[in-house]
Structures are given as C-alpha cells and as structure tokens.
C-alpha cells in the first residue's frame, strides 16, 4: 500500500525537489522508514528518540497525529500525509 | 454584498514591520482600523525592497517604524499610528499586547513567535501569528483564553539551525499573501467571528497551495493547557539551547 506524503518546501532538497512522495507503510512510523530508505536523511529531521520533532506536525489528513497514536497511527489506503514544520521569516 | 464594521476604535499591534508586517498593516489600514502600533527595532536595508512593500528607496537606512508611519499616515489619514522602535521583548511584551485589542506577528525569528504567543496567553490578548520563508507560509490564530495556542502545534523553538528569511530568501508575492491572510484573520476576529485555532499553511509551489485546518489545544501545552508552566515571560525560554528539550 502506498501513501501520498506532502513534503513542505525546507525538505524538498531531500526529495529531490519533490513536493509529493510515495511511501510504503501500515503506520506513520513504518512510512517514515520507508521514507528514509527512499530519500535518505529525510525522517532524521521529523523524528527524534522521542517521537515527532517538537516543532515538526505531521497530519494524517486534517488531524495532527499526536492527536492519534503518535509513530503508530495507522494509515490506510488513499489516506494523505502532510507535513508542517515550524517557520520563521518574514 | 458589502459587509461593513466600525473598526475605529480597534486597536492593533503590528510586531515586525517586514515582509508580512508591510501588507498587514496596509490591509488593516484600508479597512479602517483606528490604531495601528508597529513594533520593530530594525532599520530599513535594500534587500527588503523587493518585499517590504511600505518602504521605498528612500528609506534605506531609516528605521522601519518611522519610515512605516510616515507610509501608512500619507495613504490613511484616519489612521492613528503608534511607532514602538523596539523588538518586542520580555521586558515590554506583555505590557505592549496589553495596550492593544489583538497582536498580529509577523517576526523574522523564532524567539519573537514564542514571546508572542506567550505575552498574548499572560495580556489575555488574541494573537494572529504568521510567517514565511522562501514560497511558503503559514499563518495561525490564537484566542484571548490563549487555548489553542502557536504551542500547541509548535513546542519549543527549533533547537538545530532552521532556515531564515535572510538566508534562505521569501519571495515578495508570498509574504502579500500570507500577509493577507493574518490581516483577515484579524479583521475576522474585530468582527466578532471566531477565529480561534485556524491554521492556514500557503506553499506556492505546491500542488494545493492553500489548506486551512483547525488547530486543536494540546491538554499537555506548557502555555495554555490543563496545568500550564508558563506564568510569566521569561528570557531563557527563548534562546533554543536553553528552551525547555526535556
């Protein structure tokens, strides 16, 4: 099963200026090792010993998955993964 | 339709007079907002012209909230503009969201989202937070409860070296748009609408550049949850070596 994660603009030189990736996974953790074996680097800046980066949001359609079961949610198929991190600029 | 309120006696506080400060105040401006305070310690340099849409060449050099003024009082005599030429701090920043109805940020920095957010929560102030960096922004509303807050989504300030505008760019276009929707944020909540907890994010290069989501209050925040930490500003709370990485 292969999910559609939306890559925000600071990691796109990791996806190699993709904005849209595929990634294989029955969770948000097991599609972020996915992710990294695709685009190497890339979970090492949304994931730490702890979970998901403090200032790193990964929704699972509109719902913030710390809000679900964190690395375990699950996903299923034709659901969507986006990523939001914190910005500072102006 | 026309939709028409009396915003002359609203009070806001602009803090960072920029990128999004320039077209957030020119927008609350053209809607009739009383009072506008700006709030910026820097000076006018070049580089910002291609987005800084209050400043002109002329201006180099100026200070930001001087040159702002001068801007905004030549287009909207109406409009009553209070200069603050200083960062927003932890010395000033509660006591400055205080003397407004709400705070709309626009800051280049990390230091200056967490003091917002945290000032506003303490003042019992709304606060429209926005930012943007290269094609992308985003934008989010807090309520005067402060719950939920710009905490909620982001924890602490980014520990390892984040981007920022001066090194890695934003393209005049964005910083109109995302400048446009904190204005709107913020004219929605004068209004009387509730706006609490909207997350907006904008990627111009994205396949969907605009989404809107509702933010939900973490029972967990340090600034607005069940048992929060943050009683009062405090300056090694923003600094990210110091900020609380437990």
Redesign the interface.
């Known amino acids: 099963m292969e999910t559609i994660v ?1 890559i ?3 990691l796109r030189p990791l996806t190699g200026g993709q ?2 990736v595929k990634a294989k996974g029955g969770t948000i953790g097991e599609i972020l090792d996915d992710l990294d074996q695709r685009h190497p680097g890339l979970k090492d800046r949304l994931v730490d010993a702890k979970g998901v980066r ?2 790193i ?1 990964i ?1 699972l359609g ?1 719902e ?1 998955v ?2 679900l079961k964190g690395l375990a949610t699950e996903v299923k198929s034709g659901d969507s993964i ?1 990523i ?7 | 339709m026309t939709a028409r309120i009396d915003l002359a006696a609203a009070r806001v506080l602009v803090v ?1 007079v ?4 320039a077209p957030i105040a020119l927008a609350l401006g053209q809607a009739g907002v009383g009072t506008l305070g700006l709030a910026d310690d820097d000076e006018v340099d070049r580089t910002n012209l291609h987005r800084q849409v209050l400043f002109r060449d002329a201006d180099v050099g100026r200070p930001k909230v001087a040159a702002g003024a001068e801007a905004l009082a030549r287009r909207f005599p109406q409009l009553r503009v209070v200069a603050h030429p200083t960062r927003f701090l932890v010395a000033n920043a509660v006591d400055l969201a205080r003397a407004y109805d709400i705070v709309v940020e ?5 230091a200056t ?1 967490f003091l917002t957010a945290d000032a506003c929560k303490l003042a019992g102030r709304p606060a429209v937070q ?9 934008v989010l509303a807090a309520s005067p409860a402060g719950a939920p807050c710009y905490r909620c ?6 520990r390892e070296d ?4 001066a090194e ?1 760019g ?1 393209f005049g276009p964005v ?1 109109g748009v ?2 446009a929707l904190a204005a709107d944020l913020a004219l929605r909540h004068l209004a009387g609408e509730s706006v609490s907890g909207t ?1 907006i ?1 904008f ?1 111009a ?4 550049p605009m ?1 809107q ?2 933010l ?1 209050a ?1 029972p967990d925040c340090p600034l607005c949850g069940a048992r929060p930490e943050i009683a009062r500003v405090d300056v090694r709370r923003y600094v990210a070596d110091t900020a609380a ?1 437990d």
Request: charged residues 30%; aromatic residues 8%; hydrophobic residues 35%.
């Open positions: 939306r925000p603009a600071a904005d849209e403090r200032f949001n929704y509109e913030d710390r809000f986006s939001v991190p914190a910005i500072a600029g102006g | 960072g920029g990128g999004l400060g626009g800051s280049d920095n990390f989202k926005a930012a943007a960096i290269g094609w992308r922004g985003t989504i982001f924890e602490d300030i980014p984040a981007p920022n505008c890695a934003v910083v995302v400048g997350l994010t990627d290069r994205g396949r969907e989404r989501r509702a939900r973490r990485h």
